[in-house]
C-alpha cells in the first residue's frame, strides 16, 4: 500500500464537479437484483475462494517486489488464474516499471554504548558509499523540525527522525507520520546530510522495521535511507538521552536496473446488455520484498477476484455491465501501473461507470462511502443497507477511491470505498510479518459478501453513478 492519506477534499470536489451530466432521472434499483445481492451475500459468506487464491499466490509465488523476477511470476500466476476461474476476458496491459534491488543492510551505534540496530532499506533507496558511512545523529523529532533546522546542525551528520505513528481504525495516523519517509531524506540531503534514518513508520513494538518508497526531488543530492524498527528507534533515543555525542555506523547497498516492462492483469465478467459500461474492482498484485505481501495486497488481489468469480458462479445470469478486475502493477513503488492505467483509459470515462480498490489488508469492511452524482446516493445507501447484517454502515465521508483506483477518480470517475478496519493494519505493513497466517479467512469472507453486493448491484442497476 502507497499512502493511504487518499485524496484531498478539493480532489473530492473536483470528482463530482466533473460527473457527466444527465437531464433524465435515474431508474428505481430492481427488486430482482436486490434479491440476488441477498444471495450472493449469503453465498459469500461460505465461499472460501478468497482464501483459496490468497494462499495459493503468497505460496507459489511469495514476495513481489516491483520490476523483480517476482511480480513477473505474479503477473503469470494472475493470468493463469483468472483463465482456470473462467473469467469471458483475460488479458494484460504493458507497464514501464523501474527496477530496484535491495541486496545489503547493516546499522550499528559506535562509541558510547555501542551495538546493532534492526533496519531495512527504503525502497528506492541509494547506496552508501562502499563499506558504509560513519558520522554523528542529528536527531529531530518531526520531519518539520528537520525541515526548520538550520543547515550546521545537519551537515555532514547522519539524520535520525524519531516521529510515531498513532494507531487508528481508518490509518488516519498515516498520513501525518509517512512525511518524514517520502520527503525526509531529500531536506535532509539539501542541508548537508551523509544518510538518513527514520522510525518505522508503523504502529507495533516487534522488532521488524517497515520498508515503503522514498521520494527523492531533482534539487537535491540522493542519499541512503533506511528505517529503523520501533524498538531500536526507543533504543536509539535512550541512547541519546544520556547526553553524549553519539555516531552510527550504516551501510546499505542497493541496486537501481533502470526500468523494465511489466503489466496490469486483467480479467472480465462481460455485462449481458451493455458490455461496453465497465464496473471497476481495483487492487495491486506487487508486495514489498521483507513478507510474502498476503495483507498488502495479497488479500485485496483475492478479495477482487473471488467477488468477480463468485457473481460469475451464483448470479442467475450476467449482470448488465461488466465487471472488470484490475491488478495493477508496481504500485509500491510509486502507483507506476494505475497512473499509466489512467493515462491510457482517461478518454473511456464515460464508460467507466464506477470503482473500488481493497488495497488495506484483511480486516472487516465497517463502512461504506461513496463519491457519485447526487440522485444516485438511494442506490449507495440501498448498498450499504444490503451490507448492515455484516455490520457495515453508511460512511459520512466521501469516497476517495484507494490509491490505485484514485488514479481514476482524479480524472473523474465515480468511486466508492468499502472501509476496512485497519486497527492493526500498520503492525504488519511492509515487514516481514505481512505473512498469510495474519489472515482471519473469515474476514475475507466478510469482505467479499460486501463487494459482492457492491459490485453486483452497480453493474445491474441501469442508472449512472
Known amino acids: 500500500m502507497h ?11 473536483f470528482i463530482v464537479s466533473t460527473l457527466p451530466s444527465f437531464a433524465q432521472s435515474q431508474p428505481v434499483l430492481d427488486e430482482t437484483a436486490i434479491e440476488t445481492a441477498k444471495v450472493l451475500r449469503a453465498a459469500a459468506l461460505n465461499d472460501n475462494g478468497a482464501y483459496v ?3 495459493s499466490l503468497t505460496t507459489e509465488v511469495g514476495p513481489r517486489l516491483a520490476g523483480s523476477e517476482k511480480e513477473r511470476q505474479a503477473i503469470d500466476w494472475a493470468v493463469a488464474k483468472f483463465k482456470s476461474l473462467g473469467f469471458d476476458k483475460v488479458y494484460t496491459e504493458p507497464v514501464k516499471v523501474p527496477k530496484w534491488e535491495r541486496l545489503y543492510e547493516e546499522a550499528r551505534v559506535v562509541g558510547p554504548y555501542a551495538q546493532p540496530l534492526h533496519i531495512t ?3 528506492k533507496s541509494v547506496a552508501t558509499p562502499e563499506g558504509g558511512v560513519t558520522a554523528e545523529i542529528a536527531h529531530f523529532a518531526t520531519y518539520e523540525d528537520l525541515k526548520a533546522a538550520p543547515g550546521d546542525v545537519v551537515r555532514g551528520k547522519i539524520v535520525f527522525i524519531s516521529n510515531r505513528m498513532e494507531r487508528h ?18 531536506e535532509a540531503a539539501q542541508k548537508g546530510a551523509l544518510a538518513i534514518v527514520i522510525r518505522s513508520i508503523g504502529t507495533d513494538s516487534h522488532r521488524l522495521p517497515h520498508t515503503g518508497g522514498v521520494n527523492y526531488t531533482d534539487d537535491a543530492p540522493r542519499i541512503a535511507a533506511a528505517a529503523l524498527s520501533n524498538p531500536d528507534a526507543d533504543q536509539l533515543e535512550r541512547i541519546l538521552k544520556r547526553g553524549q555525542p553519539v555516531s552510527l555506523y550504516l551501510d546499505i547497498q542497493t541496486k537501481d536496473h533502470g526500468t523494465v516492462e511489466m503489466a496490469n492483469v486483467i480479467g472480465e465478467i462481460t455485462g449481458r446488455e451493455k458490455p461496453d459500461e465497465v464496473v471497476i474492482l481495483g487492487s495491486h498484485l506487487d508486495s514489498w520484498d521483507l513478507g510474502t505481501g498476503a495483507v498488502d495486497d495479497g488479500a485485496g488481489v483475492a478479495i477482487t477476484m473471488a467477488t468477480a468469480d463468485l457473481i460469475k458462479r451464483t448470479a442467475p445470469m450476467a449482470p448488465r455491465r461488466t465487471i472488470r478486475v484490475v491488478l495493477f502493477a508496481a504500485e509500491e513503488i510509486g502507483l507506476v501501473g494505475a497512473r ?3 493515462e491510457a483509459h482517461k478518454d473511456d470515462l464515460s464508460n467507466l461507470i464506477v470503482g473500488a480498490e481493497s488495497d488495506f489488508g484483511a480486516g472487516p469492511i465497517w463502512a461504506l462511502a461513496a463519491t457519485v452524482r447526487p440522485d444516485a446516493l438511494p442506490v449507495v445507501d440501498k448498498m450499504a443497507q444490503l451490507m448492515g447484517p455484516l455490520g457495515v454502515i453508511r460512511a459520512d465521508r466521501p469516497a476517495f477511491g484507494g490509491p490505485d483506483v484514485g488514479q481514476l477518480a482524479r480524472v473523474g470517475m465515480p468511486v466508492m470505498d468499502l472501509m476496512q478496519d485497519g486497527t492493526d493494519y500498520f503492525d504488519l505493513h511492509h515487514t516481514a ?14 469482505n467479499m459478501a460486501a463487494w459482492a453486493v457492491f459490485a453486483y448491484i452497480a453493474a445491474e442497476w441501469p442508472g449512472r453513478f
Open 3 to 13: 499512502f493511504k492519506a487518499a485524496i484531498s477534499a478539493v480532489t473530492a470536489a
Open 53 to 55: 487464491l490468497l494462499e
Open 121 to 123: 532499506a527504503l525502497g
Open 169 to 186: 481504525k481508518a490509518g488516519l495516523g498515516y498520513g501525518p507520520a509517512v512525511i518524514a519517509r517520502g520527503r525526509g531524506a531529500s
Open 340 to 342: 499509466q492505467y489512467a
Open 433 to 446: 510479518d505481512d505473512t498469510l497466517d495474519k489472515v482471519n479467512p473469515d474476514h475475507l469472507k466478510q
